[in-house]
């Protein structure tokens, strides 16, 4: 996560965006972690923040098993305390969060590519 | 993840400083549970005091979850105050504003909660 805030400092990205892919970047981690790999599982996992026109994009790859988030279940967010769970809620806000989010399967890989607009602050 | 619990006229303030994510979620919410189980003992509101969290993530959000059942099992009145703007908008998107108390500060939860 330290890799997400000093990506934002040295962009000179305004700090309130940071969060929205700091969440992101640890939905899909430990997405992986918990189900994608096997427990002795020694694959890597890829990870690659970029600025380009004023949108920054995160792309997550692994090795794992084929996920697709996008096909994960849709929570309801209108349901009461008493029905409400987290199953399925982290990935769910994630892309309600960004501007675009597609899932690709890709030599053997999960590659997930996400991007929100976000513009550098001028002021700094 | 730190976490100062302070009793302010009647009402037991949990304040969790730092960040909130899937390494440090589980251990506040089993402070959090514990803490609204003997304010219930003893009659008082929980507010929990969001002024110096900086960052929370699903994990995180659930401990919230968790805390508003027992609460709410539990006839103890919760609210949440404080929130910066990025943990506000992970409250809305999560749809939690809906089923958690949420309050602007920590003079709001206690006038709320009727404390004297």
Same mark, same amino acid.
């Given at each position: ?10 962009? +000179? ?24 790999? =096997? ?16 949108? !920054?994009?995160?792309? !997550? ?8 988030? &996008? ?7 209108? /349901?009461? /305390? ?33 991007? &929100? ?6 002021? +700094? | ?11 037991? !303030? ?26 219930? !003992? ?10 110096? /969290?900086?960052?929370?993530?699903? =994990?995180?959000?659930?401990?919230? /979850? ?5 609460? +709410?099992?539990?006839?103890? +009145? ?36 009727? =404390?004297?």
């Amino acid at each position: 996560m330290q890799f997400v805030s000093d990506f934002w400092r040295e962009s +000179k990205l305004p700090e309130s965006g940071a969060m929205i892919f700091e969440f992101a970047l640890e939905e899909i981690f430990t997405n992986i972690m918990k189900y994608g790999l =096997a427990p002795d599982s020694k694959s890597d996992v890829l990870v690659r923040l970029d600025l380009r026109l004023e949108c !920054v994009e995160l792309m !997550v790859s692994d090795a794992g098993q084929p996920f697709d988030p &996008k096909a994960a279940i849709t929570p309801d967010v209108h /349901l009461d /305390l008493d029905e409400r769970t987290v199953g399925g809620l982290g990935l769910f806000m994630v892309q309600e969060m960004m501007d675009h989010f597609s899932y690709m399967r890709e030599s053997g890989r999960n590659v997930v590519l996400m991007g &929100k607009k976000i513009s550098p602050d001028i002021s +700094k | 993840m730190e976490c100062t619990i302070n009793k302010v006229m009647g009402v037991v !303030v949990v304040e969790p400083v730092g960040r909130l994510d899937f390494d440090s979620a589980k251990q506040f919410e089993d402070q959090l549970v514990a803490e609204i189980i003997s304010a219930a !003992v003893a009659g008082a509101g929980v507010a929990i005091d969001c002024s110096a /969290l900086g960052y929370v993530s699903s =994990a995180g959000l659930r401990a919230f /979850l968790v805390a508003a059942r027992t609460a +709410k099992s539990k006839a103890t +009145k919760l609210a949440v105050c404080g929130l910066s703007a990025g943990v506000q908008d992970v409250f809305e998107m999560s749809g939690f504003g809906r089923i958690i108390t949420i309050l602007s500060d920590r003079d709001a939860v206690l006038a709320e909660m009727g =404390a004297s």
